[in-house]
């Protein structure tokens, strides 16, 4: 095995490790936006499960798959996203890593928020399989703007002594905020779906909210000597 000796690294230097501080703190901020994300895929399942109208006249519609509307929202949300990208880019007119990750964030609050409007039309009654499908739709285009976005803006201003550790922090998100989700799951059966979804999409457009006031602010720290 190769005896890899850390003690000879030069040390990180004052601004290193503001820029460290700055990137943790944008990285809680991506908890708080991702939440909702996170989220449809823990209570949202059993949520789908519980209250929506699977039947349809070709048999049961799977919960599971719904797994597959957001991935596939993914990938075709992409396609238009780096030609939209590309588009402005050519024009000097692309947005900021951190406006692209507010847009991402209101796109899954949107999605989580459809979950509340379901279950407040619903009443207590099943709920029609339309508002997962286009929740899920919504989320994962969300994701596609604001995930691509997060990565991008950790590589670019990691400091170059550590960047490969800090991107592998940067997924750091996913587990926190699977973790906060879980604690957040535990307020399903002490509040109406309508209510628990409508805080879940709150918490992301405070996040969006965030990213979208302070980022800039943030980013401007990040680029200063």
């Known amino acids: 095995p190769v005896n890899l000796d850390r003690s000879t690294e030069p ?6 490790w503001r820029d460290v501080g700055v990137i943790t703190l944008m990285l809680l901020m991506m908890v708080v936006l991702g939440l909702g994300y996170d989220q449809i895929f823990n209570m949202g399942m059993v949520w789908v499960d519980q209250t929506v109208n699977l039947d349809s006249s070709m048999g049961r519609f799977p ?3 719904f797994t597959s509307v957001d991935a596939g929202a993914t990938v075709a949300a992409s396609v238009g996203v780096i030609i939209l990208w590309r588009w402005q880019a050519a024009r000097g ?3 900021s890593d951190s406006t692209k990750i507010a847009i991402g964030g209101i796109l899954t609050g949107a999605g989580v928020a459809i979950l509340a409007i379901g ?3 619903a009443e ?3 709920v029609s399989i339309f508002f997962p499908v286009a929740a899920f739709l919504f989320t994962g285009t969300g994701f596609t703007w604001y995930w691509p976005a997060w990565l991008a803006m950790v590589s670019r201003h990691a400091p170059p002594k550590i960047a490969a550790r800090m991107m ?11 973790v906060t989700s879980g604690f957040v ?11 628990f979804w409508t805080l879940n999409a709150g918490v992301c457009f405070l996040g969006s909210a965030a990213f979208y ?5 943030l980013t401007r720290v990040l680029v200063s000597e």
Do not use: C, D, H, N
């Not at 006031?213 to 602010?217: D, I, N, T």
């Open 11 to 16: 040390a990180l230097t004052k601004r290193e």
């Open 63 to 65: 919960v599971a798959w």
């Open 124 to 126: 207590g009654g099943r």
């Open 119 to 121: 279950s407040a039309v």
């Open 213 to 217: 006031v302070f980022g800039p602010m």
């Open 93 to 95: 007119q692309e947005a």
């Open 168 to 178: 592998a922090a940067a997924y750091l998100v996913g587990f926190i905020g699977s």
């Open 185 to 195: 799951a535990t307020f399903y059966e002490t509040m109406t779906p309508t209510l």
